[in-house]
C-alpha cells in the first residue's frame, strides 16, 4: 500500500480538470448519440425493406464491435485516407456512433412497444406517418426508454475512460500522468476512482428514480 | 357535397387465405344511420378500417364524398392506388371512434382534441381550444378539460374520443363497437352522445352489439355474416321479421342472452 493523503489531495484539481474533457466529451458523445438513435429507429420504423435492412445491419456491426477497436481503427485509419481529424473529434464520432447504435435498439423497442391503436387513432384523426411520429409515437416512446436511455448513459460516461489511449487528456490520463511523475499508483487512483463515482452515482440514482416511476404508473 | 357520401361496391379483402370480407355493397346517404351488426368475425371493424383507409383491401371499390378510397381508377379503365397523400386528406374528413377509445395518454383532454385540428388542419390555436370546450360541453365533460385519460372513467374517455373526432369536422363519424369495453353502468352515458350526433344529422355507420340502440336510432341496420351483407332494412323489418335464417338465428341469441 503506497497511499498518501498528501499526493491524493494534491492530484484532485489536476484530475478535476480531466474530468472536464471526461464530461464533454461524454455529453457531446450523447447528444449525437441520440440524434442517430432516434434518426436510425424512424428509418427502421419506416418498414420500408431496404432501409430496415440498412439499419439493422449497422447496428449489429456497430454493437459487436469493442468501442477501443473502433476508435483505434478510426484514430489510425482515417489518415490513411486522407482524413485529418483531431484526437478529439475522432473520439467523439467514435464514442456517438456506437452508443447511436445501441439508442437505435433502445428507441426501435420503445417505438414498437407503443400500441398499435394509438396510430390508427393518429392515422384516423388524418395526422400523416411523420406527425403520428412526432405527435403520438415518440413522446410516448420517449418516455418509456428514459430508464434504458439513462443506462446508456452510464456505459458511456464510463467508456470515455478508453480515449486516453490516443492521447486525450482526460481524467483517467490525468491520474496516469501523476502516477508517473510521482511514482505513486494508489493515490492517484483512488483520487480518479473517486471522481468517476461522482460522476456516475448521480446517473445511477436517476436511473433508479425513473424506473420506480414507470412501476408507479403501471400500477 | 353529396347525397350518398359513402359507396362501396363489391369489396374483397383478404389475411393471407382467410377471406373476410367477400363481396360487400353498401351506400349510406347522408345524414343516414347504418348500424352493423354481426357474429365475431364477421369483418364489421374491417369494413369500417377499408372505409376510412386504415387497412388497404383487395378489390372492388369505395368512394367516399365523391373520391377513392384505396384504390382509384385511371382514365384508361385500369386500377391505380390512390396516393398515401390523397388518403391522408381524405381521413381528416371521417372520424373514427374505436372500441379501446385509443386517446393519446401523454396529452390532456383539450390537446387530445385539439392536436389534429392545429397539426393537420393548420387551424388557428385560441379557435381550436374554443371549439374544443364546446365539444367538451356537448358531450358533458367541460369540467375534465385538463384532466390526463387515465384519470377518467371508461365512459368518459369513449365522450372524450367521440369529441376529438368531431373537432375535425368530419362529414362522417365511423364506430367500431364504441361501447363494448365499457361497464355497463357507462354505456348509457355514451350511446346517449352518439344518439344526440344522429339526431343532428350526422352520417354515422355504427357497428355495435346494442340492439336496442340499433332498434331506436338507425335508420338501417346491415346483417354481415362471414364477410357479405346477409340482410338489410329498416330496423322494425330486421328486427321482427328478418328473412334470412341467419340473421334469425343471430337476433335469437342477442336478444335473448
Ligand atoms: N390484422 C389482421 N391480421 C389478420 N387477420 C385479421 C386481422 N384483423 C382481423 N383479422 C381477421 O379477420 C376476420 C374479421 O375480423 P373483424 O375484426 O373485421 O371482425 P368483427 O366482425 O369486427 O368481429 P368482432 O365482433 O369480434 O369485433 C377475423 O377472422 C379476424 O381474425
Ligand atoms: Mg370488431
Known amino acids: 500500500m503506497d497511499f498518501e493523503w498528501h499526493l491524493f489531495v494534491d492530484s484532485l484539481p489536476s484530475l478535476l480538470h480531466g474530468a472536464r474533457t471526461t464530461v ?51 484514430y489510425y485509419g482515417l489518415p490513411s485516407i486522407g482524413i485529418l481529424l483531431s484526437a478529439v473529434t475522432v473520439a467523439i464520432i467514435a464514442m456517438a456512433i456506437t452508443t447511436g447504435a445501441f439508442v437505435t435498439e433502445i428507441m426501435r423497442a420503445g417505438i414498437e412497444s407503443i400500441d398499435r391503436g394509438q396510430i390508427r387513432a393518429a392515422k384516423s384523426l388524418g395526422m400523416s406517418w411523420v ?7 415518440l413522446p410516448q416512446a420517449f418516455r418509456r426508454v428514459l430508464p434504458p436511455l439513462t443506462n446508456e448513459a452510464i ?65 | 357535397m353529396t347525397d350518398t357520401p359513402i359507396k362501396i361496391r363489391n369489396l374483397y379483402k383478404s389475411y393471407g387465405s382467410n377471406e373476410v370480407l367477400r363481396g360487400i355493397d353498401l351506400d349510406v346517404q347522408r345524414g343516414e344511420v347504418v348500424c352493423v351488426i354481426g357474429p365475431s368475425g364477421s369483418g364489421k371493424s ?71 385540428p392545429i397539426q393537420v388542419l393548420g387551424e388557428e390555436r385560441n379557435n381550436a381550444i374554443e371549439r374544443a370546450r364546446a365539444l367538451l360541453s356537448k358531450v358533458g365533460l367541460a369540467h375534465k378539460a385538463d384532466a390526463f385519460p387515465s384519470q377518467l372513467s371508461g365512459g368518459q374517455q369513449q365522450r372524450v374520443a367521440i369529441a376529438r373526432a368531431l373537432a375535425m369536422q368530419p362529414e362522417a363519424m365511423l364506430f367500431d363497437e ?15 352522445v352518439m344518439r344526440h350526433l344522429a339526431d343532428e344529422g350526422m352520417t354515422m355507420v355504427v357497428v355495435t352489439h346494442e340492439i336496442g340502440f340499433a332498434r331506436d336510432v338507425a335508420d338501417r341496420i346491415v346483417f354481415m355474416d362471414q364477410g357479405v351483407v346477409v340482410e338489410q332494412g329498416p330496423p322494425n323489418d330486421i328486427l321482427t321479421m328478418p328473412t334470412n335464417p341467419r340473421t334469425r338465428e343471430f337476433l335469437t341469441r342477442s336478444l335473448g342472452a
Open chain 1, 131 to 137: 406527425q403520428s411520429m412526432r405527435l403520438v409515437v
Open chain 1, 24 to 74: 464533454a466529451l461524454a455529453a457531446a458523445a450523447a447528444v449525437f448519440g441520440l440524434i442517430i438513435g432516434v434518426s436510425l429507429a424512424l428509418l427502421h420504423a419506416t418498414a420500408f425493406p431496404p432501409l430496415v435492412w440498412l439499419v439493422t445491419g449497422w447496428t449489429t456491426l456497430m454493437r459487436s464491435l469493442p468501442l477501443l477497436v473502433t476508435l483505434l481503427f478510426l
Open chain 2, 46 to 116: 374491417t369494413l369500417l378500417h377499408c372505409i376510412n383507409g386504415l387497412e388497404a383491401f383487395d378489390s372492388g371499390e369505395i368512394v367516399f364524398c365523391s373520391e377513392y378510397v384505396g384504390w382509384g381508377r385511371e382514365s384508361g379503365g385500369g386500377r391505380a392506388r390512390v396516393s398515401e397523400r390523397a388518403m391522408t386528406k381524405l381521413r381528416q374528413r371521417i372520424g373514427m371512434v374505436f372500441q379501446q377509445f385509443n386517446l393519446f395518454p401523454h396529452m390532456t383532454v383539450l390537446d387530445n382534441i385539439t392536436v389534429a
Open chain 2, 178 to 192: 364504441a361501447t363494448s369495453a365499457l361497464d355497463p353502468e357507462l354505456v348509457g352515458e355514451v350511446l346517449g
Open chain 1, 155 to 219: 456505459t458511456l460516461l464510463k467508456n470515455t475512460a478508453l480515449v486516453s489511449v490516443i492521447a486525450i487528456p482526460d481524467l483517467l490520463r490525468a491520474g496516469t500522468d501523476i502516477m508517473t511523475w510521482k511514482a505513486n499508483t494508489f493515490s492517484p487512483f483512488a483520487g480518479v476512482a473517486l471522481v468517476y463515482l461522482c460522476l456516475t452515482l448521480p446517473l445511477v440514482a436517476l436511473n433508479a428514480y425513473l424506473e420506480q416511476g414507470i412501476k408507479r404508473s403501471q400500477r
